[in-house]
């Protein structure tokens, strides 16, 4: 019979597996669109949607990351549990404590995100933040930004430029997110192997 951990894990990984079908077919239909009628509303759409998908992947693994926490029997405390929740405690005008949204900026948050998943999962792993990928996501997120507060019409135009960045930047994320999934299972591959060496040797 599984238990509670394994029903709730088994039903984030079907989480994470269906936003990640949805949000890659989005992206994909609207890039087929854009190559075949290259306009503006196109180019800000493929914008919304790749970003849906970074921050949608994103908040998937921070509930994967709780609930392995939660199974080792501790609760995160403080910056890391309003960065993994996305919530803080606040008092309202009626001294009630409230909860009220808690953001970090992707420059910060994913690797910050990376860091604490390999930490959950006991792997030392690195993000690289050198690549020119993520220099290209940060400068597309001030493009999305932009484009979404927009101050004058000209800030809702995306340039060929801007549209190569978007894809290099989101191209960067999927590569450095299997990186990291790769670790991880090697990691558990090696503790799996040290345990049948341990179970030998007695």
């Known amino acids: ?38 306009r503006q509303v196109l180019r800000r759409a493929v914008y919304r949607a790749m970003f ?6 994103v908040f998937v693994l921070k ?6 926490q ?28 409230v909860n009220v949204p808690y953001h ?7 690797p910050y995100v990376f860091r604490i998943y390999a930490d959950v999962h006991w792997l030392e792993f690195e993000l690289d933040t050198t ?5 290209c996501l940060l400068k597309a997120a001030k493009v999305r930004n932009r484009v979404t507060h927009p101050k004058c019409v000209q800030d809702l135009v995306i340039s060929d430029e801007e549209v190569y960045i978007m ?8 590569s450095a997110l299997k990186n990291l999934f790769d670790e991880c299972g090697k990691s558990y591959l090696q503790r799996a192997e040290a345990l049948r060496r341990c179970e030998v040797d007695n």
């Not at 509930?63 to 392995?68: A, D, I, P, S």
């Not at 501790?74 to 960065?83: A, E, I, Y």
């Not at 970090?104 to 994913?110: E, K, T």
């Not at 690549?131 to 220099?135: A, E, L, P």
Request: net charge negative; hydrophobic share 35%; proline share 2%.
């Open 1 to 38: 019979m599984e238990s509670d951990f394994d029903i709730e894990f088994h039903r984030i990984n079907h989480e994470f597996l269906d936003m990640r079908t949805t949000l890659v077919n989005d992206i994909q239909v609207l890039l087929c669109q854009l190559n075949g009628e290259n």
């Open 131 to 135: 690549n020119h990928g993520w220099t």
């Open 63 to 68: 509930k994967e990351m709780q609930l392995f």
């Open 70 to 97: 939660k199974q080792e029997g501790w609760r995160p405390q403080g910056r890391k549990m309003r960065f993994l929740t996305e919530q803080n405690e606040t008092v309202n005008r009626s001294g009630q404590v």
């Open 167 to 174: 894809l290099h930047g989101v191209n960067w994320f999927d």
């Open 104 to 110: 970090v900026p992707l420059s910060r948050g994913i």
């Open 52 to 57: 849906a998908y970074i921050e949608g992947i």
